[in-house]
């Protein structure tokens, strides 16, 4: 019954941000790691950006380094993904995961560490 819904994705112009909302329910994730994944039509899944139990224990991916911020409200189980500055090959659907244990036995930036998944939503970049 654990399910993830994603929102906040849409189309922007490049340069613009959107913030993106995961919201988790029929489990309490405070406690677990959680991570925001993208593929783009054609390519493979990537990572994006993770984030732990502390707002401080967090990685990205180098395209989003300085553009991107993770963060996570726990008191509503709710992870956000903010994207500033965002290029054309920004966009994807992006995804939202979350794992079943608090430490890793394969990586945070690897999508097989995670054991449940959100649907998805569309970001569009362009001009």
């Known amino acids: 019954q654990v399910r993830l819904v994603e929102s906040g994705g849409g189309a922007v112009r490049p340069g613009g941000s959107l913030r993106l909302s995961c919201a988790a329910s029929?489990?309490?994730?405070?406690?677990?790691?959680m991570a925001w994944f993208r593929q783009a039509p054609g390519k493979e899944r990537t990572f994006v950006a993770a984030?732990?139990?502390?707002?401080?224990?967090?990685t990205y991916a180098d395209s989003v380094k300085g553009r991107f911020i993770i963060s996570r409200d726990n008191a509503k189980n709710t992870v956000y993904l903010q994207m500033n500055n965002l290029k054309p090959e920004d966009t994807a659907v992006y995804y939202c995961?979350?794992?079943?244990?608090?430490?890793?036995?394969?990586?945070?930036?690897?999508?097989?560490?995670?054991?449940?998944w959100g649907q998805g939503t569309q970001v569009t970049v362009s001009s």
């Open positions: 995961a979350a794992d079943s244990v608090p430490l890793p036995r394969i990586g945070h930036g690897d999508s097989l560490e995670y054991d449940y």
């Open positions: 029929g489990r309490t994730f405070s406690s677990y790691p």
């Open positions: 984030i732990l139990w502390s707002d401080v224990d967090t």
